[in-house]
């Protein structure tokens, strides 16, 4: 198996005095898709708050390319090409879907590089070109995930962390979003997903990890987990 | 009687006025926008800054004369320090109080404005002191309308800095990150942006312009003390709140709004000047009750 581009270690994160993670182990190996897949509780988007720098890990190490970002403040992890989407897309309320989109940027120094992504993102999103000056608050719920999705991939992400990119869209959107996410992957993004829609998360999935009350309950390769009747039967609710 | 000529002259007054209340309410409202904090110090900011703008022109008379080049070094050096000296109060008295409740962080605005004054009062002694121009007493008259060119020049000088800052919000990426902090924190650190170093550029930028609005003010009306601030803070807060606290646009309508319903209420009959500033809070009752808001403030219930 290839060098895990990233690497969180036996991490414990706590919000107050609740303990939200015991000991978590996950690699992400590059040009993967990595499920994170649980209940509600389970710790899930504290995963990826911790991983980002929102939230303190108490204990445990993070690692990214080789290097420690556990004790970074969270723009820098950003900096680094640690792209958080997080849950509820967060889409900056009265600003315009390009200054969302530009924001995305906000670390990308050459103008050139800039004009350049954001006319690839009008071209898988042609919708984003459409309602470009539109306050980025007013698109539906899908445009918006299109919008968030945008705006990491202007910041240039080598691995992109996805709160439930699914949530709250209508079915054919959730498969669209997945379609979506498993085209990134295959452009050679690097993904941690987090997702509700198991099933779904199982198929584009090249690997996946099970949590519950803050520990890895199960792993293993996402078609095995897949067939896997007592994964199926706690978290498919089939 | 001349009235239509009374009438014109108060739109001047009015307009002088208010280009000081906007310079001011923008930083109330720029500053409230990325961090929350209804910065009571401001006034005082604003006051400190008549204060070095005085002291650099003292300074410098000498050499380039205390004429309009004077004015605008002194203006220039003024909202540089006063902007650092706003960096400086945010890191050691705000910044610690960021996590703490929201009440704290207001207190200690208040105790960092009662510094500023106190220091400024033990400076003086208490004393106004003369701030002495060499601007002439030209202006345009017509018939009996007079307007001075230090009108029209420091209504220009408010203007231009308005156009600078409007430009700044909306082009550069850091404006764009200022409107994006008052937002989303959490986000914009997830997209890469420096949240304090964002805050620190917004009391740069929020204290500079009170630095030239009380150097302005203290060169059109002539004299400073170490209590100017205060009054005009409050209003520039009623201004903020008149065009919707957050809004940079609102505050820069609020403070021309302000200053001009305050030039026209010297005119009321039996409303003499000495009424003018419960003229003022009037008004910032009737908005806080019936559109709490503001002008151009968001419909939503802020988030307290």
Redesign the interface.
Known sequence: MTEPVLRVEQVESFYGKIQALRGVDIEVAPGQIIAVLGSNGAGKTTTLKTI???VRAQVGRIHFDGEDITRL????I??KGV????EGR?I????SVQ?NL???S??VRDPAVRRERMADVFERFPILSERRHQDGSLLSGGEQQMLALG?ALM?GPRVLLLDEPSMGLAPKLVTQTMRIVKQLNEAGTTILLVEQNVRLALKIAHYAYVLENGEIHNQGKASALAEDESIVQAYLGA | MPAFETFLQAIVNGLVLGSFYALIALGYTMIFGVIKLLNFAHGDVYMVGAFVGFGVLSLISGVVGAGWFGLGIAILVSMIAVGCLGVIIQRVAYQPMLSAPRLSILITALAVSLVLQNSALSLTDGKYTAFRTDLGFGGFEFGRLFISHQAVVLVAIAGLLMIALELFVSRTMYGRAMRAVSIDKDMCRLLGINVSRVVAITFLIGSGLAAAAGTMAGAYYGSIWYFMGFLIGLKAFTAAVIGGIGSITGAMLGGLILGLLESFGTLVPFIGSEWKDVFTFSILILVLVFKPTGLLGKSEVERM
Do not use: I, M, Y
């Open positions: 980002s720098g929102l403040p969270p723009h820098e950003a900096r792209v958080h989407v997080p967060h900056l309320k009265g600003l200054e530009e924001l995305g906000f670390t705006r910041h």
